[in-house]
């Protein structure tokens, strides 16, 4: 705890700092029930990503001496009196207040505005699940300040009125998003399906074909898919149900072959409700379709499966492996788009345009190496990892200003 004023008349400023993970959907979640509540129309399932590689850090202050409510994400102010902030802060209040009204030792926090400070180490709104990461570390470090008894589960709860996704990203490992049945929504939450130490081998690439954001919300998109596509009720009442359960085992039984046949066939149904939405979504470009080839290339060189990609809303490129196979599906990747940036220290990026005179391990056509050489700004080495946690280093300095965080 902090405090500003002047010498004789201290003022606390309390502070609590988080990061938080992106996770990935194997399932997708597309479409509301209640777009109010953020209620979803199927359920989904998702891996936790590490947070050596990609997280949002969040640090999260109240003081006597605020005179408002704020967010900084990347060092910009954000408007946060959009209803899906404020329900997520307005639930955190009242579970403060009624710990307050139980033990009147406590300081009042609940009546304090809030000071927020984020920062993300990947692109925003680029297909990364950057609201995901960001509306879980805002929950777990509100929560965490006011010292809150509440669960993950519970926390999910109120971090899916944030951002749907975000209910995961609460959970390391593999977890789940059960749409639940009620009106009110409060059977809507995530839970862990295993651990990451349960299957600690599964390992992604991420091939980053776009930064920008996006030109349909996931939001926008999601809602004129529900209303218009023929092939969303189809996809919600029937596949995503038996998918669910078949993927739920294949990470039980550590199955890649059957976790990645399931993952690449949802990505592409879920695409495909996209395509059918009217007018069209398109959040794959030419350079993901590539990406689909080129993983296609690698397993038929292989003999087996031994790499499956998914893409969520956007066109960046995840591909799955396990360890066993981390330097056969590198080596094939590195030889198209070696020269890009996100290379390891010990794999560090080839000067540009070496990829071309690389020795491949596989034979690739020149349309996917040129598209992929081309559409590839950079990749991103990563794998499965654990949820939110709590860190000493924050971006409100003792005075309460925000402070830039270290990469």
Excluded at 143 to 163: C, F, K, T, V, W
């Amino acid at each position: 705890m902090a405090a500003v004023g002047n010498q004789d008349r201290r003022v606390p400023i309390y502070r609590h700092s988080v990061t938080a993970p992106v996770n990935i959907a194997v399932i997708k979640y597309w479409g509301k029930r209640d777009a109010v509540l953020n209620l979803p129309t199927n359920d989904s399932l998702s891996v936790t990503l590490s947070q050596r590689d990609l997280r949002t850090h969040t640090t999260a202050s109240c003081c006597a001496l605020y005179q408002t409510d704020t967010l900084l994400l990347n060092g910009q102010p954000q408007d946060i009196s959009n209803q899906r902030t404020q329900n997520c802060l307005r639930e955190l209040r009242r579970a403060r207040e009624k710990l307050e009204s139980g033990d009147h030792s406590l300081p009042p926090l609940s009546e304090y505005h809030l000071r927020i400070v984020s920062a993300n180490n990947f692109p925003t709104a680029a297909g990364l699940a950057s609201s995901a990461a960001g509306f879980a570390a805002l929950v777990r470090a509100v929560a965490d300040l006011y010292s809150l008894p509440h669960s993950p589960e519970e926390l999910s709860r109120i971090a899916r009125q944030g951002s749907g996704s975000a209910c995961r990203s609460l959970f390391g490992g593999y977890a789940a998003w059960h749409m639940g049945q009620r009106v009110d929504g409060s059977d809507s939450l995530a839970s862990s399906i295993a651990p990451s130490s349960h299957w600690p081998t599964l390992r992604a690439l991420i091939l980053v074909a776009s930064d920008a954001k996006k030109d349909v919300s996931s939001t926008a998109g999601m809602q004129a898919t529900v209303a218009t596509s023929a092939l969303f009720a189809t996809r919600a009442s029937d596949i995503v149900p038996h998918r669910m359960a078949q993927m739920q085992a294949a990470i039980k039984e550590r199955d890649f072959s059957t976790f990645g046949l399931l993952a690449m066939r949802d990505s592409n149904n879920f695409h495909a409700t996209c395509a059918d939405t009217w007018p069209p979504v398109f959040y794959m470009n030419d350079t993901s379709r590539a990406a689909v080839r080129m993983v296609e290339v690698v397993n038929e060189a292989a003999g087996e499966m031994v790499c499956a990609y998914t893409f969520d809303a956007g066109p960046n490129a995840v591909v799955f492996f396990e360890k066993d196979n981390e330097e056969w599906v590198h080596s094939c990747f590195k030889a198209v788009v070696g020269h890009v940036e996100g290379w390891n220290a010990k794999e560090s990026a080839s000067p540009a345009g070496q990829a071309m005179s690389m020795s491949a391990p596989v034979k690739v056509d020149e349309k996917i190496k040129d598209m992929l050489q081309s559409g590839v700004s950079r990749v991103i080495i990563t794998g499965v990892g654990d949820g939110p946690v709590s860190v000493i280093e924050h971006l409100v300095d003792e005075n309460g200003e925000a402070r830039t965080a270290r990469s």
